[in-house]
């Protein structure tokens, strides 16, 4: 009597959660599914009612985005940018948290503090803190360097980064945050038996890491995929940034300055379909090398 | 004093010769990251200070006589609307972060602490929403709001920002650390409700994780740029990110609206940054210690 009364709340505490899920998730999604197979069918003069009516064209826009040129030369220039700002961020996120947990080091709680402040700057605020840096007339940068860092040959570092200046603090901090949860009685065990900071580090903590590593890794490779602010930002000061310099750049146009709505969500349900393949392809590779299962 | 300090230092000379050499390097390197994430903070705090004039013929790293000027003006440019995007900004995080947090934490306990035919594939349905990028939501919800009317409203900013897979995540991994069955069984024995358990008992308990579940999302409302970017046409209702952008093209070949620009970036994170300092302690990524210590 008492369970089957009890048995409707936890689905009433739920309620909220699964038609905001509807609402905002699986509605839209669908709606990208059914738009990308649609086109705008233009029959005689495209003049008057009825001229321009919608039509079901299948795959054709999903063919039409993987053939664009256009979108290979974004695909190229994100993959160039991705894999420099995730190596160097989750590289740098993994060093300093090793090296906040060693014992050995002063000042920690300042450089904790310093390296996770740049999460509180918003995406677009350090984009143009960052671009003013750059700036000829303005830069401090360039008293010391003298290259042209909003160029051809170097805006793809300076992009990569703002990013990984954004992005190295959180990461730190998932990573730190398993860290400290790891007995201490473990690394003195290791002491013990005569291992160096150095190879505690490396046998014992990164292997504990691994998952917490992989966790940071995939959201990185989602949130990369996608970039969008950065370009835009960087944009007006610029001329080497053009409107489809991200694959999520060239959506944007297509949809809300060309127009063209079905290409839009098409090519947007091909970067999703790539960010999935790309995490899950990254996340099968790490299993099978870190925990050797088939 | 002077021999306490003495005692001291030689303990941890003594502690720190037990491991080896005094961690000068790693030390060294820590500070060059703080260095690095701390410098175009200080930059355009200084920057923010210089009129006109100062920005290009100072030296960068010299602070000016213009910051109240650079305020006024910023205030007064185009009829405040300054004042308005921050506004909104304020109205879209704080709202949209208390929403989200509220919905997040009954669900996370309704997850973690009851049995029911179906659970998991709500669990999994909802977590999967994580992997969802961004991109092929936007368009849609724009089309969907112009549908009913609501694309250019605040509306469409707040709404679908409230539901935040990985906060209902964290609040289940939450309750099931905070709140002992125990308590609830010895409510539901003394005939309290469901509802009653769920404010008087569950809620209370999980306050410490709802608090850090509340600053990330607020941080990613205020932080976003896509949606409301997407979905925004009259500046009136943009958030601050939106303005900035807006202010930046509009200012980028204009030299004498740089200032603008820098002080206005300034002080849209200024409040984050305030934020973020005093609330040091909730700023956790792992709460299934079920405590923030």
């Known amino acids: 009597m008492k369970r089957s009364q009890r048995g409707m709340w936890p689905y009433l505490f739920l309620t909220p959660a699964i038609v905001l899920f509807t609402l905002f998730l699986a509605v839209p999604i669908g709606y990208t599914v059914y738009l990308a197979m649609r086109r705008t069918k233009v029959s005689g003069l495209g003049l008057g009612r009825g001229a321009r009516t919608e039509v079901f064209v299948g795959f054709d826009n999903f063919a039409a985005a993987l053939a664009d040129a256009e979108l290979w030369q974004g695909w190229l220039r994100v993959l160039g940018y991705g894999a420099l700002v995730l190596a160097v961020m989750l590289g740098l996120a993994l060093l300093f948290a090793l090296l906040l947990d060693s014992a050995r080091v002063r000042l920690a709680r300042f450089s904790r503090i310093a390296i996770f402040l740049p999460y509180a700057v918003p995406g677009v605020a350090a984009t143009l803190l960052w671009g003013f840096l750059y700036l000829p007339s303005l830069s401090p940068i360039r008293e010391v360097l003298d290259v042209d860092l909003l160029g051809a040959s170097t805006i793809t570092y300076s992009m990569a980064n703002v990013a990984v200046w954004g992005g190295v603090g959180f990461n730190m901090l998932v990573l730190y945050t398993t860290l400290r949860a790891i007995p201490r009685d473990l690394y003195e065990a290791a002491r013990l038996d005569g291992a160096s900071e150095f190879q505690i580090a490396v046998r014992v903590k990164i292997p504990i890491l691994t998952p917490a590593i992989i966790l940071t890794t995939v959201f990185s490779i989602i949130a990369t995929i996608q970039v969008f602010t950065e370009p835009t930002t960087l944009r007006p000061l610029t001329n080497t940034i053009s409107s489809t310099w991200s694959p999520l750049m060239k959506v944007y146009r297509d949809a809300f300055v060309t127009g063209d709505l079905y290409s839009a969500a098409a090519t947007s349900i091909v970067i999703a379909a790539i960010s999935l393949v790309l995490s899950f392809g990254f996340l099968r590779v790490v299993r099978n090398r870190a925990f050797g299962e088939g | ?293």
């Not at chain 2, 175009?40 to 290009?56: C, D, M, N, R, Y």
């Not at chain 2, 010895?186 to 358990?197: C, M, N, S, T, Y």
């Not at chain 2, 896509?226 to 930046?248: A, C, E, R, S």
Request: aromatic share 12%.
């Open chain 2, 1 to 293: 004093m002077a021999t306490v300090t003495a005692a001291t230092a030689h303990r941890r000379r003594a502690r720190a010769g037990s491991r080896g050499p005094a961690g000068l390097a790693p030390t060294a390197l820590l500070l060059v990251g703080a260095l690095y994430c701390l410098f175009p903070v200080a930059w355009v705090l200084i920057a923010a200070t210089k009129s006109p004039g100062e920005l290009f013929s100072t030296s960068t790293l010299s602070f000016g006589t213009g910051f109240f000027d650079n305020v006024g003006e910023l205030f007064a440019y185009r009829d405040g609307v300054f004042w308005l995007w921050a506004g909104n900004t304020l109205l879209y995080a704080g709202g949209g972060a208390l929403l989200s947090t509220a919905v997040s934490a009954v669900s996370g306990y309704a997850l973690a602490k009851y049995r029911f035919p179906g659970r998991n594939v709500i669990f999994n349905l909802l977590i999967g929403g994580i992997l969802v990028p961004a991109v092929v939501l936007a368009i849609p919800q724009y089309l969907l709001f112009s549908k009913i009317g609501l694309a250019d409203s605040h509306w469409a900013v707040l709404l679908p920002q409230i539901l935040h897979p990985y906060s209902i995540y964290l609040a289940r991994i939450y309750a099931a650390a905070a709140i002992p069955d125990s308590l609830l069984e010895a409510g539901r024995i003394d005939g309290a409700g469901e509802w009653h358990l769920l404010r008087r008992v569950a809620m209370p308990l999980m306050v410490p994780g709802m608090v850090t579940i509340f600053l990330f999302q607020f941080v990613a409302i205020w932080n976003n740029f896509l949606l409301p970017f997407i979905m925004l046409g009259d500046d009136g209702k943009f958030p601050l990110t939106v303005g900035l952008y807006t202010l930046l093209a509009a200012g980028a070949n204009q030299p004498t609206l740089y200032n603008l620009i820098l002080t206005g970036a300034f002080l849209s994170i200024v409040p984050l940054i305030a934020l973020f300092l005093t609330m040091q302690r909730y700023w956790k990524t792992d709460l299934s210690s079920g405590a923030v210590k």
